[in-house]
């Protein structure tokens, strides 16, 4: 029946399975139809790595390679032995499952992906079986980027688990996902995440341009794909946000931007990102928009403060004393009377050593960490103090600069803050308050200048755009959030539409009920009388 | 679902983002901005006290009187650049008065704006070190508000116009801070108004039209700011209507601060009226004033470096301005640095320009106007005949 309806309906196109890999630009070598010659190349082409396993079967007449390394031996049992055992066919070559070539090339990759390969004398195809093995951690959330609130899962470092966490929360066809081989000699698989429609096709081609340049022997993390397909690599700032929370990336893709995921990292990049999305936290959007809005604020003053206060303290301790109120200038002086060195040092010595507890506690083990913190926070601030080396109100003030650092929601725009520190120092210490002025302009003159995938960096505060600052210094009720931002390169502008309406509504029938019951008595009046 | 990606498609094609950053056009209100940080400068500090030289407590009439006037300037160099839409000002020239009459007249005018430029850097360096920090040498100062000036000029002129429009924030903050001493102003001090004459007015208001020469900036970037010609002048006027009230509310604020006997002691009477404010947890409220008012000047300085870098690309046929840029700068800060704190020479080179200022930008452009004017006359005879 079934070869009569193909006959009779059906359009006799052949169809092949889909690679996304361009097939044309792979090297080909037919196999032959010689077992010893197929094994021999294969053996040849790997440099007779001990992990490649070969099984002879059928008495020497048929072969089954894996690279026993990347195979799971259950795997290879139930979907190679046990259709056998059980008699459903007679040879493994015929098992439906399996994938059919005559490349050996094609046979090569499958042995890396972890497909075991199978090969009889006398027979020209190969079959190919999925029996990869995975060693996946689960997918909790990331240590850096904790919320209260809000999803608790991460990535994590394979990327079909990391797309299927995206995939279940965006359950709709016009999410694409297109892969990419990278690194001529890792052959690392990236991925673009984006919904179709919704993000600029430009914004695609362009990035697909840029990774497609990339020649490179491998791609060892994000931080490499950034760099090479970055706009400005001359920028303190990072012009892609990178993130291991799947909820922000799906925001993200739902803004119409693009999410760029490598195997083998949970941290995925986003692109284009400007300046103010690197003080959002997912945290943002679940708490009440008043407390969002005030969290907000806080985030972006800590920006001024962490670049800015240390400068400050210096200008005026050492240029302008004069700006300090009259009742603060002795306890002022005093604290700073004794000390040998001058503030600018001072501030230097303090700042390095906040920046060597912190690198200290990054890369011992927690328990250790801490007990750094402690002895690095607490008693070199102390002792430093009492010996005279640095005055209590800078300690106060290096202090607060690196808790101020630390609120920024992403870990590199923190590291940049805190870089930025140095510079602003310095100028505070050789101009006092216009060598902070200038240092701000050039800091704002640079960040104007920045553009991230041809979106102003500053956006939308340079080009100022009223309508999209409900995003950045304040966080508007989400329904009012009704049009993507202008800097996503969004082609749908259209996010949200009348959601609360039904409030009209019940009100509108409020009144109507008000109306009637003031009609009514009236009303039943009129029955009464009559 | 069909239609909806149908149309999602179709917004797609319409909506086309322009990536090409140069020659994408400013927006009227960036205009407005670029006009308003170019006109309030340097001068807005010693404004109060040069036009109280001239008319004393009726200074602000002066000052009204000027920005009555200036719209006809206004409308002049409207009327030029509305000629030729497409072109900037110095292709304009060189269409007026052919090719190298146009480019020498360019390149004019490119001297000119450096000459405003060294001179704001004068009159920037000598105030911080009067205010701020008196034992810096000139150069420091000059190198600084110069690369700031270099740097965002490399940007082009819509990271010039995207960086005017945030910095603005800024003026609300001085306006703010003005509305504060408002508590003390004494308003006896302005009266008699219109003691000093009618010619002592009209003095005044020449000397008032100074602090409004940025204005000329309209005319070199009209042809790339968006909207309809009408627009684009609509914006014109409310600059200058903004640029006015500002100045006239730091004149009301230092004539009802200051009685017309202590202003002429004092130079920089905003300052001098901060100074004696203090806050609770902040005192010399003026440092902070001036370190704001470092970005207005730098603004205003951006603006001529433009403006002379651009005359220079167009005279030389430079493919971009950058080289340009840095050039004048070097030229800036060199001839900046041989004036330096000297008050005397300092004096002499304020006098040739704004003499100079005068010419440029009141008498050549109804010159340019008239040129044009004939030109088409005799265009039009040419294709009649």
Known sequence: MGFIRRLLLGDHEKLQDREFINQNDEPEYPSSTKLADNVNYLMHEFHNTNDLRIRILNKGNASLLYIESLVDQGKIHETIFRPLEFNEVDSIGEIPSAKHTLNLEESIRGLLKGHAIYMEDGRKTIAQ??????????????QNEKVVRGSHDGFIENLMVNINLIRRRIQNRDLTIKYYKLGKKTNTNVALVFLDGVTDPELIQEIETRLNYISSDMIHSPGYVEEFIEDNTKSPFPQMLNTERPDRVVAAIMEGRVAIMTEGTPTTLIAPSTFFSFYQASDDYNMRWFTGTFVRLIRLTSFVIAIGLPAFYIAVVSFHFEVIPDELVIPVKQSINEIAYPPLIEALVMVVIIELIREAGIRLPQPIGQTIGIVGGLVIGDAVVRAGLVSNLMVIVVALTAIASFVVPSNELSTTLRFLTFPLIFLAGTLGFIGITFGFMMILIHLTRLESFGVPYLAPVAPLRFKDLKDTFIRVPIYMMNKRPRDSRAVQMEAIGPSREWKQIEKSSQSDEAGKSINQPDGGNNKTDK | MKPASQSINQTAETIKPTNNTKEQKVSRRQFFYILVQTQIGVGILSLPNELHAVSRQDGWISLLVAGVVLPIVLLILWLIAKRYEDLTFFQINEKLFGKWGGRAFSLLYSCYFVSVGVLIVLLFGRMISLWVLPNTPFWVMAVCIVTVGVYLTNGGLLVLARFYTMVSLLLLLLITLSFYSLQEAHWMYLLPIGESGITKIILGAKEALLSFFGFFVSIV??????????????????AHFFVTFFYLLTLIISYTFFSTKEITFVPEPILYMLKSFELPFIARIDLFFISMWFVSVATSFTTYLYMAGQGLKEVFRL????????????????????????MTKMETFTKYVIQSGFIFTFYIPPFILIVALVRRRIQKERDEG
């Open chain 1, 129 to 142: 079986f999925a029996v990869t093995s995975s060693f996946n951690r689960s997918t909790e959330e990331p």
């Open chain 2, 221 to 238: 970037i009209f042809s790339r700011v968006e909207g309809s010609v009408k627009e684009r002048f609509k914006t014109m006027l409310q």
């Open chain 2, 319 to 342: 493919k971009t301005a950058k080289r340009a840029n840095v050039f004048i700068s070097l030229i800036i800060v060199a001839s900046a640095s041989l004036i330096g704190y000297d």
